[in-house]
């Protein structure tokens, strides 16, 4: 289902010669939030490092495997006929990708134990999931609507009943221990509070909360652990109101052409892949970049000509 109006916007367009985000998501919104000049690189500027492997598609394959369940479950067929048509999807689309995988916690066996032992786990489950008014299930609604003076795009896995309640449901996918101090870190969280403000404020529905499933692969193993949220309203708004505030300081540096460091968030994640460009002298950043980045803007900045030159993205910096 999509929850789209009138209003048609491409990711990013070039402005006065720069690029610029028309339409944002969590994911742009955290890039940001963590650095500037992160955001810049990565998504306007579209570098990627050219050691980064072949995606496995490990995550998808496990999500649109559940998805297929949660279908068949919510159109009472049987759980033996949705393992098998999860199974053949997830063979079909994503098979060959996944047996080429070197960890062998996110490759296809992997992937295939997951589906098999998360009908067993769950199927008979107190949790369900809900209904659009139209009798289709809440399953992957996509949303992009007004947000300010921008817009703002995602989509929500499912909507699910438990104890009479509407919560929004996330399944992630990891190889930590599901441990309770593995699943505070998604309360707050930019993703599960954007879908909770979309959800109430332009689906109008009253979710209580937000559940997270977690699934964690190993080699040989898969185990199961969920935790239930419940977040006021009040949360959200004050969610709303950063956001609001943090896209308004995208937009000054947009003006300003010039996206400062933030170096704090260096060694999030194992290490940003852009520590050792900033660890350069801006004049000779550019070297580095040609040399350990490809470039691969959104298919929306496509237009040819308007692309910027590594050489002029630090130009700022080198008069300062």
């Not at 339409?23 to 998504?43: E, G, I, M, Q």
């Not at 009908?119 to 299930?137: F, K, Q, R, V």
């Not at 003076?149 to 996330?170: Q, T, W």
């Not at 707050?188 to 332009?202: D, F, G, K, M, S």
């Amino acid at each position: 289902m999509e929850l789209l109006d009138s209003v048609k916007l491409p990711k990013y367009v070039y402005e006065d010669g720069k690029p610029r985000q028309n339409v944002w998501d969590t994911s742009s919104l955290s890039s940001f939030l963590a650095c500037p000049r992160l955001y810049n690189l990565t998504n306007l500027n579209g570098y990627k490092m050219k050691s980064y492997g072949t995606v496995t598609g490990f995550g998808s394959a496990v999500h649109d495997g559940f998805e297929i369940l949660d279908t068949g479950k919510f159109n009472k067929e049987g759980k033996e006929e949705s393992v098998n048509k999860a199974i053949k999807y997830v063979l079909e689309t994503y098979g060959e990708d996944l047996q080429s995988a070197e960890d062998k916690a996110r490759g296809l066996e992997a992937a295939l134990r997951a589906i098999v032992w998360r009908a067993e786990e769950y199927w008979d489950d107190t949790i369900t999931i809900a209904s659009m008014p139209d009798g289709a299930p809440c399953l992957e609604t996509r949303f992009e609507v007004p947000f300010g003076n921008h817009r703002f795009s995602g989509r929500i896995d499912k909507i699910v009943l438990f104890a009479g309640e509407l919560y929004l449901c996330d399944t992630k996918t990891t190889k930590a221990a599901l441990s309770e101090q593995y699943f505070k870190m998604y309360r707050p969280n930019n993703q599960v509070y954007a879908y909770l403000w979309a959800a109430r404020e332009i689906m109008g529905l009253p979710i209580k909360g937000f559940i997270v499933e977690g699934v964690q692969t190993g080699a040989n193993f898969c185990r199961f652990n969920r935790t239930v949220f419940n977040v006021s309203k009040t949360s959200i708004d004050e969610w709303y109101m950063d956001a609001q505030y943090s896209l308004s300081v995208a937009d000054s540096f947009w003006d300003a052409g010039y996206y400062p460091a933030n170096f704090t968030a260096c060694g999030n994640y194992g290490g940003c892949k852009f520590r050792e460009v900033c660890g350069e002298s801006p004049e000779h950043r550019t070297t580095l970049l040609n040399e350990d980045f490809d470039r691969q803007v959104h298919e929306s900045l496509h237009q040819k000509g308007e692309l910027i030159h590594a050489e002029d993205l630090f130009k700022k910096q080198n008069k300062k």
